[in-house]
C-alpha cells in the first residue's frame, strides 16, 4: 500500500528537517526537546505498524469445523436494564451450533431490573445466576462455577456480538494447540455524538494497531472483556480471576502469557456501547488506565526475567512507555506549541499542526483501511494532535499518581444509555 510508504517518508526523513526549519534551523534547547518529543510519538505508531500489517495479512480463516468444542458464554452484568437482553438475544442467534453452546449470565447484585430482563430473554440454552454485588471479577468466577465449556467465552452485557463471533474464536483454538487465549475486534456501535466519533477511531487507530502487533508475536497482552476466550484449561491454570486491580481482564492476559501460552488477535466482531459524554468517558479510562498501571506493577518481575520472551523484551516495555513517557511527550510538544504561539510564531506553529495533523490523517487511513471501516472518521484525526490527546494524556497521568500515592482506587464506570435515559425518565 503506497500510503505506508508516504507515511514513513514522512515520519522518518520530512519531520524532523520540517521541524529544523520552522524552528529555525538551529539546535536549540526547545527545538530539542520538541523533536524528542515527536521521535517517541511517532516511533511508537511507526514501529508497529508493518507488524500489524503483516499478521492482518496473513491472518487466516477461524471458523470452527465439527467435531465442535462446547463453549461456555460468560456474561457478568451490574445493573444492565436495558442492554442486556439484545446482548443475550445475539448470543442466541449465533452460527454457533446450539448443541455445543451455553450462555450464563450473572446478575452481580443489580438494583435494577436486569435480572428480571435476563431471564425473560433467556431459552433452555441460558442460565441466569443471582449473587450479590462483589465485582467483576468475582462475577466471572462465580458463573466459572455453572460453565460446564472447554473453551470459556467472556461478552460484556451491554455488547452486541456477531452471528460468527464465537465460530471464529473456537476455529482459532482448533487451528493452534499453543494458543490459550484469544482477543476479538471491538467497535464502537453508537457513532452519532463527536465524543463516540473520536472514541471510534481511537479504538481502530490505538488499540487494533498494536493489538494485532501484539498478535503477531502471539502476546496479546489484554483478552477483552467485551469479547474475548480462553481454553479452560490455561485459565484454571492461573487460577481465574483476581481481585487485587481494577482491570481483571488484563491481569487475567498476563497471568495466561507468563504460564506460557501464546495469546493472539483474530477478527471476531463484537459492537459495544462507548461513553456518551466527556465525565463518562473519563470514568471509564480512570478506572483502565489505573487498572492498566495497577497490573503492570503487580507483574513488574517480566521487565527481569528474559524467560518471559516477547513479554518481557517488547509487550510491557511499551505498555509501560504507554503509561509514563508518551503522556508526557504529548504535554511537551502542546506546551512548545503554547510557547512558540506566545511568543509570535503563530504560522509556524499552524504549519506545524498541519503537517503533524497529515501524519496522523494518512495513519489513521491505514488503520481504517486494515479493519475495513469509514474513512471519513480519518477527518477527526487533527484531534489526536490537539484536543482528544491531551484529555487521554491527563488521565492517564493522573492514574498513574494515583496509584502511586494509593489514593482511593475504586471502581468507576459509564453509564449506559438505557441508565441515563431511565435517570431522565425518572427526574
Known amino acids: 500500500m503506497w500510503l505506508v510508504g508516504f507515511f514513513y517518508v514522512l515520519t522518518i526523513v520530512a519531520a524532523p528537517v520540517f521541524v529544523f526549519a520552522l524552528l529555525g534551523g538551529v539546535i536549540a534547547p526547545l527545538s530539542v526537546v520538541f523533536l524528542i518529543a515527536l521521535t517517541l510519538v511517532f516511533f511508537y505508531y511507526s514501529y508497529f505498524l508493518p507488524i500489524a500489517l503483516i499478521d492482518v495479512g496473513t491472518d487466516p480463516d477461524s471458523s470452527a469445523s465439527a467435531p465442535y468444542p462446547t463453549v461456555s458464554v460468560l456474561v457478568p452484568a451490574y445493573n444492565e436494564e436495558g442492554s442486556v437482553g439484545a446482548t443475550i438475544d445475539a448470543l442466541q442467534e449465533s452460527e454457533y451450533p446450539s448443541e455445543a453452546r451455553e450462555i450464563v449470565v450473572i446478575d452481580d447484585g443489580s438494583t435494577d431490573r436486569t435480572y428480571h430482563e435476563a431471564n425473560w430473554h433467556a431459552n433452555e440454552g441460558t442460565k441466569v445466576v443471582q449473587k450479590e454485588n462483589g465485582g467483576k471479577h468475582s462475577a466471572m468466577n462465580y458463573g466459572l462455577l455453572y460453565a460446564e465449556g472447554d473453551i470459556i467465552v467472556t461478552v460484556d452485557a451491554d455488547s452486541i456480538v456477531a452471528p460468527d463471533a464465537l465460530s471464529k474464536l473456537v476455529g482459532a483454538f482448533q487451528a493452534d494447540a499453543d494458543l490459550g487465549a484469544v482477543a476479538g475486534n471491538i467497535k464502537v456501535d453508537n457513532r452519532e455524538s463527536l465524543v463516540r466519533k473520536l472514541q471510534t477511531l481511537e479504538y481502530i487507530v490505538g488499540i487494533l494497531v498494536f493489538r494485532r502487533a501484539f498478535s503477531a508475536f502471539g502476546s496479546v497482552p489484554v483478552v477483552p472483556g467485551a469479547l474475548g476466550a480462553y481454553r479452560r484449561e490455561a485459565l484454571s491454570g492461573v487460577h481465574f480471576y483476581d481481585p487485587d486491580t481494577l482491570t481483571e481482564d488484563f491481569d487475567a492476559s498476563i497471568k495466561t502469557l507468563k504460564q506460557g501460552w501464546r495469546i493472539e488477535a483474530v477478527d471476531a466482531l463484537c459492537y459495544t456501547e462507548a461513553p456518551m459524554t466527556w465525565q463518562d468517558l473519563y470514568n471509564q479510562r480512570l478506572r483502565w488506565y489505573r487498572g492498566n498501571f495497577m497490573t503492570l506493577l503487580k507483574h513488574r518481575d517480566i521487565l527481569f526475567n528474559t524467560r518471559f520472551g516477547h513479554l518481557q523484551g517488547v509487550v510491557v516495555p511499551m505498555m509501560l512507555l504507554n503509561l509514563t513517557v508518551i503522556p508526557i511527550a504529548g504535554f511537551v510538544i ?43 472518521l ?47 425518565d425518572h427526574d
Open 334 to 376: 502542546f506546551g512548545s506549541i503554547i510557547s512558540q504561539l506566545l511568543i509570535g510564531n503563530t504560522v509556524e506553529m499552524l504549519l506545524m499542526f498541519a503537517f503533524f495533523s497529515l501524519l496522523q490523517g494518512l495513519l489513521s487511513i491505514i488503520a481504517l483501511w486494515m479493519d475495513d471501516d469509514r474513512m471519513r
Open 378 to 424: 480519518a477527518m477527526y484525526a487533527p484531534l489526536f494532535i490537539v484536543g482528544y490527546r491531551q484529555f487521554l494524556d491527563t488521565v492517564v497521568l493522573k492514574s498513574v499518581f494515583d496509584v502511586l500515592m494509593n489514593r482511593d482506587l475504586h471502581w468507576t464506570s459509564a453509564k449506559r444509555s438505557a441508565q441515563r435515559l431511565r435517570m431522565r
